[in-house]
């Protein structure tokens, strides 16, 4: 079965610092990948996403993801975080059936970032 | 263009009660979906539609129905609210079987009492 697995449930960086979030997922061929965003009270917002072509995907607020096949990991970096980063990251892959993409995805559990001044 | 529309954004029930979620999208998405949020678990798809006047059931489908009368509706419905329906619930939208990830309500943040 597809899952998403974020190893990671509570990360805290200092200020300024580098940042990586974790994402493994279980897929039989090339997945749909998102990474999301989502602050106390607020909704999903989408950081990036990743169909096909280069492996390294930039997204919106200075993060980027890169798609390793060889080790089934998505994993969200930013090289320097703000306070206003802290928030939780939902890693998500697009789910398939036997006729193909279905439109659903599944999420992983979700990762909090603190972020120490 | 407003996107994803959800309606109520909060309510509180009683055990028993029942309700209906709205969700309205004004794209002309074909495929739409309702996912519920539980601390520690990530967003689980509860049912899902392909299109106007079908539906399905996701991952976690019980003590939930749907229906999609209209291409740009889709409503939850809570027939008898327990307690373990207290989370937060999200619809989304996509154009195609191939999610675009990007399409996302504001949620309904319902409490069970």
């Known amino acids: 079965a597809q899952s998403v697995t974020q190893p990671d449930i509570h990360i805290t960086v200092s200020e300024g610092a580098s940042l990586e979030l974790r994402c493994n997922y279980s897929y039989g061929a090339t997945p749909y990948l998102f990474w999301y965003v989502q602050s106390p009270g607020q909704g999903l917002q989408l950081l990036l996403k990743?169909?096909?072509?280069?492996?390294l995907v930039q997204g919106i607020k200075g993060f980027e993801a890169e798609f390793k096949r060889s080790q089934s990991s998505f994993n969200l970096r930013k090289p320097s975080v703000h306070w206003s980063d802290a928030a939780e990251y939902f890693c998500?892959?697009?789910?398939?059936?036997?006729?193909?993409?279905?439109?659903?995805?599944?999420f992983g559990q979700g990762t909090t970032l603190q972020v120490k001044p | 263009n407003a996107g994803v529309t959800q309606t109520p954004k909060f309510r509180v029930l009683k055990t028993g009660q029942s309700m209906t979620l709205l969700c309205a999208q004004d794209m002309n998405h074909e495929y739409m979906y309702w996912y519920r949020q539980d601390p520690g678990m990530g967003l689980r798809l509860i049912h899902y539609?392909?299109?106007?006047?079908?539906?399905a059931k996701g991952e976690v489908p019980d003590g939930y129905n749907v229906s999609r009368l209209k291409k740009q509706n889709f409503l939850l419905g809570l027939e008898s609210a327990a307690p373990s329906q207290t989370s937060v619930y999200f619809c989304?939208?996509?154009?195609?079987?191939?999610?675009?990830?990007?399409?996302f309500g504001a949620g309904t943040r319902l409490s069970v009492l």
């Open positions: 998500a892959v697009g789910a398939k059936s036997g006729s193909g993409n279905t439109g659903k995805l599944i």
């Open positions: 539609s392909v299109g106007e006047g079908t539906t």
């Open positions: 989304a939208s996509s154009y195609t079987r191939n999610p675009s990830g990007e399409y």
């Open positions: 990743y169909f096909s072509g280069d492996t």
